[in-house]
């Protein structure tokens, strides 16, 4: 169950982990690849989310030993994958909706 | 940049920069040289991005440490749990009626002064307590629904929805 509102930011973030464990800079790149550059997270709005999220136990962080601090890895969760795939079908199923009514306006 | 960036930095909580501080730093430096030789629009842009989102994200950490509050200046709504949540504008709207109530309560007693001296003067009511009433009152309420709301969530009140009292299905 969500504790806290998914913001776009944040489920962009999820979705961009998803994929592969990512560092920062990685996080960064991938969220304004896959928005199609619409949005472009700063480092402050980034590490905000990752520290949410690692409070919330949604990802991890990839420990190694001979990682440079500033090449950290996140990687997501079980948790934070079943949440990300709540997010998801509660959006399909609103732009299912969103779909029929449109559709029933303009026939 | 990079300095306005380190000063900006120490804005946010110790503990917080301890943990990010350093990495941050360096994302910052990676997504600064891949812009290097964007146009200067892109440049101020990603400059002011940068500097606003440090500056909201030290406050909201700040807040967070202060007060454990998540998500604070996001305050579209006042979250409890998914199911329970209270608007903002029913506090906007308790605010104007408590103002209202008050402004009402002086007003009166301004006639009830008129009528008993049987003055034929005009009362000013641009008196400084005037303006102070109605806003101590407004602050009062704020307060005190800020408190109702934190009182239910250190009950742990929120918790409830993630109690699972049948078995799941297959």
Redesign the interface.
């Known amino acids: 169950m969500a504790t806290f509102a998914l913001s776009e930011p944040v489920f962009l973030v999820l979705l961009s982990l998803a994929e592969e464990p990512r560092h920062g800079y990685s996080i960064l790149k991938d969220v304004e690849s896959i928005s199609g550059g619409r949005v472009q997270l700063s480092t402050g709005t980034l590490y905000g989310a990752l520290q949410r999220l690692l409070d919330q136990g949604w990802i991890e962080r990839i420990e190694e030993d001979a990682a440079p601090r500033d090449r950290r890895t996140y990687k997501l969760t079980s948790l934070g994958r079943k949440n990300l795939q709540m997010e998801i079908v509660r959006m399909r199923d609103l732009t299912k909706l969103a779909g029929l009514r449109t559709a029933r306006k303009e026939a | 940049m990079r300095s306005l960036y380190q000063r900006l930095l120490r804005l946010y909580p110790a503990v ?1 920069r301890q ?2 501080g ?7 430096l ?2 600064q040289a891949e812009r290097s030789i964007a146009p200067l629009m892109k440049r101020a842009k990603f400059c002011a ?2 500097l ?7 406050v ?2 700040q807040l967070r440490l202060l007060f454990g509050v ?2 604070w200046l ?1 305050l579209r709504r006042f ?1 409890m749990r ?1 199911e329970f949540r209270f608007p903002r504008s029913t506090v906007f709207l308790m605010c104007v009626i408590l103002a209202a109530v008050v402004l009402a309560i002086h007003k009166a007693k301004s006639v009830v002064v008129i009528n008993e001296g049987l003055r034929s003067e005009t009362v000013t009511i641009w008196d400084p307590l005037f303006w102070l009433c109605p806003l101590g009152a407004v602050l009062a309420v704020v307060g005190a629904v800020w408190g109702i709301l934190f009182a239910l969530r250190r009950t742990g009140l ?1 918790r409830l ?2 109690a699972q009292t049948w078995p799941e299905q297959k």
């Open positions: 917080y943990e990010f350093e990495e941050m730093q360096c994302v910052f990676q997504a991005r940068e606003m989102g440090l500056f909201s994200g030290a909201q950490a998540d998500d996001r979250n998914p929120h929805d993630r």
